[in-house]
């Protein structure tokens, strides 16, 4: 079996609540191999985001191994975990955090020049990625001249920029009405299987739930496989 992009074992993390402490994860564990999509359920509150962002080294734990490729990140140096965040971790979130002033193409394209990458062989890139997410006619548009939809497709090609082996995803599609939510989460599937890419993505929309491969849920601080709910047989 192919090694786990992503491990994460033994993870705690509490938070101080109303003079006690809030408890959100209790030695939680999780694997996410290459080529993935893993769905995280569950409602508002109980921990897929503090999981997300412990996983994609946006914030440390009060205990526990965080593993990309192999390597536990969580002791060392900030420069390091922020090259790796970098090079090996893409991130969505709700909210898609454009830059206003640039064209879409551009939004793309400048975190791959922030790392290094030509600015000509960057906007080719943006300009694939963004067209395999349905926006190839939409290039030189602003944010403020796109749908609610083609801002967030954006936002998902800029995750995928650098090529990252690992997508995070924190309710991309949880500020989208239903039928625009099913639009940019198709492409956001079918983009990631082109790219390889191991995907995480944290959603409390269920009708998602027949995309992924996986399904796991949050449940007393720990990490466990999601069990459909057991619909009652109307009798007569």
Request: aromatic share 4%.
């Amino acid at each position: 079996m192919a090694r786990p992009i992503l491990s994460v074992r033994n993870l705690h993390r509490s938070y101080p609540s109303g003079g006690g402490t809030l408890t959100v994860m209790a030695g939680a564990d999780i694997d996410i191999y290459p080529g993935e999509m893993v769905g995280l359920v569950g409602p508002s509150g109980s921990g897929k985001s503090t999981l997300l962002h412990a996983a994609g080294l946006l914030e440390k734990p009060n205990a526990g191994e965080v593993y990309i490729n192999g390597r536990e990140c969580l002791k060392l140096p900030d420069d390091q975990r922020t090259r790796i965040r970098r090079e090996s971790v893409g991130v969505v979130y709700q909210f898609h955090h454009l830059q206003k002033e640039f064209t879409a193409l551009e939004n793309v394209a400048i975190p791959q020049m922030i790392s290094g990458v030509a600015a000509k062989k960057a906007e080719a890139e943006a300009a694939r990625l963004l067209t395999g997410m349905g926006l190839g006619g939409r290039l030189t548009h602003r944010p403020s001249e796109m749908s609610g939809g083609e801002q967030q497709r954006v936002a998902i090609a800029r995750a995928l920029a650098n090529r990252p082996q690992m997508l995070l995803g924190d309710e991309p599609t949880g500020n989208l009405d239903p039928a625009t939510s099913d639009r940019v989460f198709r492409s956001l599937f079918d983009l990631t299987r082109q790219e390889g890419v191991a995907a995480l993505i944290a959603t409390h929309n269920m009708n998602l739930v027949p995309f992924f491969d996986r399904v796991l849920t949050v449940q007393d601080g720990l990490v466990v496989p999601w069990v459909p709910p057991v619909m009652p047989q109307i009798s007569g």
